[in-house]
């Protein structure tokens, strides 16, 4: 089946690995972006990876909504795939078909059930994410992990942060008995006010949602991009800024 291989930082690629991250400010025009020219990305997935580890260090059980949602012995996981695009940085999202045993019809992260072959949880992300878009990865790709989060139907979810480099979604070949679409939202939108809603989950509390993209971002997918944004990219953002700053000084 067709595919196409990535390889992480240290390994062989023949992707373009040079990366302008769009920043969102964190200040009040943070809706707005603004570009930083990385010279080499080593430097991002370098902080992102310290970032993650140091966060679920801190917080080694799951960041799902607060409420009892019973539980379920099964485990799963999920990658969050960050992807360039000719705009800047985006997160893929895809949405699942009507066919599927669960969550029919509802965006999602490439992901699903742990298998008995699988080696680990990373293993499970790694295969799914082949089988549902076709895209193959190296683990050296995973930049890290967020803390578990347990799904409506109380299945815990490890979520895993790939780096995919430059993806066309134009040319992803998806299983279509179980993807609907493959899509992308920049993160400067993810990161727009505008583009996001609050969802009351009743027990489970006030959740946001994100409409930039055109499938509606909801449920446990929709907290753990916002998690993820929060508490990782825009803090990495933001020291690669003052970084940046420090090295302007210094060469003045």
């Known amino acids: 089946s067709w595919h ?3 390889s992480g930082a240290q390994g062989p690629t023949k992707l373009n ?3 302008v991250l769009v920043v969102c400010s964190l200040h009040d025009n943070m809706h707005k972006g603004r570009q930083l020219a990385i010279g080499a990305n080593s430097m991002a997935r370098q902080l992102l990876s310290q970032r993650l580890q140091e966060f679920h260090n801190r917080n080694p059980v799951t960041v799902t909504p607060k409420g009892d949602i019973g539980k379920d012995s099964r485990l799963a996981s999920v990658l969050l795939p960050l992807v360039d695009s000719k705009e800047g940085p985006a997160i893929l999202f895809t949405l699942r078909s009507q066919q599927v045993g669960s969550h029919k019809g509802q965006v999602s992260f490439p992901g699903g059930m742990k298998d008995d072959t699988d080696t680990d949880l990373v293993q499970t992300a790694v295969r799914e994410t082949h089988e549902e878009i076709g895209v193959e990865l190296s683990r050296d790709c ?3 992990r967020l803390p578990s989060g347990r799904a409506i139907t109380g299945v815990l979810v490890h979520p895993y942060i790939g780096y995919l480099g430059k993806v066309d979604v134009n040319d992803l070949v998806y299983s279509k008995s179980e993807i609907d679409d493959v899509f992308t939202i920049l993160v400067r939108d993810l990161c727009d006010p505008k583009y ?4 009351d989950l009743g027990v489970r509390g006030q959740v946001p949602a994100f409409t930039a993209g055109p499938h509606r971002v909801w449920g446990l997918t929709a ?5 993820f944004l929060e508490r990782i990219w825009k803090p990495t953002i933001s020291e690669l800024e003052s970084l940046e700053q420090s090295d302007i000084k210094g060469e003045s």
Request: aromatic share 12%; glycine share 6%; proline share 0%.
């Open 4 to 6: 196409k291989t990535f």
């Open 17 to 19: 690995r040079s990366v």
């Open 142 to 144: 995973i930049l890290g």
């Open 196 to 199: 996001i809603e609050m969802d």
């Open 223 to 227: 907290y753990l991009t916002h998690v």
